[in-house]
């Protein structure tokens, strides 16, 4: 049996029985922001004895499902390996946008910072794999033109980041690992090494950690393609066009479900989405919103969480007959007018008009299942029979504008594990990079020329184009359509369940460890 061995600095110190005191009073209760120190508060995850303030540790969580059985993790505090001059490695796991941990107003949000100076001198020695775990997020290398900022707020170049620090710490830059879920970043990475002239390189992975995350969850799934189609079948009188799942608002995704409302397509499809209040509390304080739940967004500002509530759920109810409703709509309006990428178009022009806008709102709330905030559309909760309702996805990823990335989160996932064709407000170039990890897309069944149109309001009007085409076929050719694509949904079922991807990730880890362990 092979060991991983992995340091922590301060694996003696979280595992008092006042840990959970400790870390109220240092990191602002059991989510701080930024860089996670590196400590047993986070490892062992699945001790019930202890309660851990972060489990993004990604890679430990992935090497322990997948090798357990012949490959023992050891973790031990940084001083014992130290002491007997042994090899390990060294998680620093990230939460949040890069923004948190590439400096900013916070020196102990500073990549490095809240390694221990015994450890860093070690790692200085290069017996140390350190490793920068942000494979939850595909946030790109290069964040900084006007499309990603306006997804997920402007960052620092982080190749930069990390070379400029770890040449500040002197620490071996081929002993360091950069985890990453974006699709675009190793290639990205290359390029930049190539551009700058860098001999010596780090180690970029792609790290897929949603199909992790999913695949552990669902393997209870037993239904196949056929249950699938033969419940289509027999309940065809009832079957919607497609599924269309909002739990968070963000300005595409709403832009997109007012194109569905122009369009006449909402009553074609299953389609939940709650106005949050804190969207709107800048124009009615009266609403009286509880300032204390604000949280860091990916930008490092504070912010209200953008996932509704039952009270908003209740609010939005009262939106038809509501006075202050054309505020409202006066407000996404002109938010819209801002944006200046969505409904520039002549054919997207009317999408964003306020009439429409108020149309679309006196419809809130859009719900699927239960008439509650907690299952419209969560990562750990979901019913399959949406899906069987249902012939196809629309679906809004977490991050749609930005063309330096491509990301699947669990929406893209949920998908293919339910036998559903999809198409909707992606980043550019995702299903070709579907097709790279084997996957197979949809064409001709479905247009995808969206893919290839990095301009979103071009991509979002092809998108809509290709909405009203599929809802105007009659349900009966639609599930002969549905049955056409068996091949395509079997296969793409079949490829995730394998779980190639992240065996490869895994073994390029593996083999740098091994490497560095001698």
């Known amino acids: 049996m092979s060991e991983i061995k992995f340091g922590w600095d301060y694996w003696d110190y979280t595992r008092q029985p006042d840990i959970r005191k400790i870390i109220k009073k240092d990191f602002n209760g059991f989510s701080p922001d930024g860089v996670y120190p590196n400590d047993s508060d986070t490892l062992p995850l699945f001790d019930s004895n202890f309660q851990p303030t972060n489990a993004w540790h990604n890679i430990y969580n992935i ?5 357990d059985g012949y490959t023992e993790l050891e973790n031990k505090d940084t001083t014992e390996y130290i002491k007997n001059n042994e ?16 400096g900013g107003d916070s020196e102990r949000n500073t990549l490095f910072h809240n390694i221990k100076e015994h ?5 200085r020695k290069g017996k140390v794999l350190v490793t920068i775990d942000l494979s939850f997020e595909g946030f790109p290398i290069n964040g900084e033109d006007k499309l990603s900022i306006l997804d997920m707020g402007k960052h620092p170049n982080l190749a930069e980041v990390v070379h400029r620090r770890a040449e500040e710490e002197k620490f071996p830059i081929e002993n360091i690992v950069f985890l990453s879920a974006n699709y675009k970043d190793v290639d990205y990475y290359k390029n930049w090494c190539k551009r700058n002239k860098i001999e010596t390189p780090m180690n970029w992975i792609l790290l897929d950690w949603c199909q992790r995350a999913i695949s552990s969850d669902y393997k209870h799934l037993t239904d196949r393609f056929e249950d699938h189609f033969n419940y289509k079948k027999d309940n065809l009188d009832k079957m919607k066009h497609y599924l269309c799942l909002c739990r968070r608002l963000k300005n595409s995704r709403l832009f997109h479900h007012l194109g569905l409302n122009y369009f006449n397509l909402l009553d074609k499809g299953s389609v939940s989405c709650i ?17 204390s739940k604000m949280e860091m967004d990916h ?7 953008d996932c509704a509530n ?20 006066d407000d996404f309006y002109f938010r819209f007018k801002h944006l200046e990428v969505l409904g520039r178009t002549k054919y997207l022009y009317k999408v964003r008009d306020k009439y429409n806008i108020r149309d679309f709102l006196k419809k809130l709330p859009l719900t699927v299942d239960r008439k509650t905030h907690d299952t419209l559309d969560s990562f750990h909760h979901w019913d399959s029979k949406l899906y069987k309702d249902t012939m196809f996805s629309y679906i809004y990823e977490t991050w749609s504008l930005s063309n330096n990335m491509v990301f699947f989160s669990e929406k893209i996932y949920k998908a293919i594990l339910n036998f559903h064709p999809f198409l909707g407000m992606i980043n550019s170039d995702t299903l070709k990079f579907m097709e790279r990890n084997g996957y197979k897309s949809f064409s001709p069944f479905i247009d995808e020329s969206y893919d290839d149109e990095g301009d979103p309001d071009i991509r979002s009007e092809l998108l809509l184009k290709e909405m009203q085409r599929l809802c105007e076929m009659p349900i009966n050719k639609m599930l002969d359509w549905y049955g056409d694509q068996s091949d395509i949904l079997i296969h793409n079922y079949d490829v995730f369940m394998n779980n190639t991807h992240l065996e490869k990730s895994t073994k390029q880890f593996l083999k740098i460890w091994e490497n560095i362990n001698g």
């Not at 090899?87 to 590439?102: E, H, K, M, Q, S």
């Not at 930008?299 to 969480?305: E, I, M």
């Not at 939106?319 to 505020?327: A, G, H, P, V, Y």
């Open 63 to 67: 090497l322990q499902h997948h090798y």
């Open 87 to 102: 090899t390990f490695i060294y998680v620093i796991a990230t939460n949040g946008g890069p923004t948190l941990w590439c």
């Open 119 to 123: 450890t860093k001198e070690y790692i």
């Open 275 to 291: 106005l949050p209040r804190r969207e709107i509390s800048h124009l009615f304080p009266e609403l009286n919103i509880d300032k």
């Open 299 to 305: 930008a490092g500002t504070k912010t209200f969480s």
């Open 310 to 329: 039952l009270e908003d759920y209740e609010f939005n109810k009262t939106l038809k007959d509501n006075e202050i409703l054309d505020d409202i709509a």
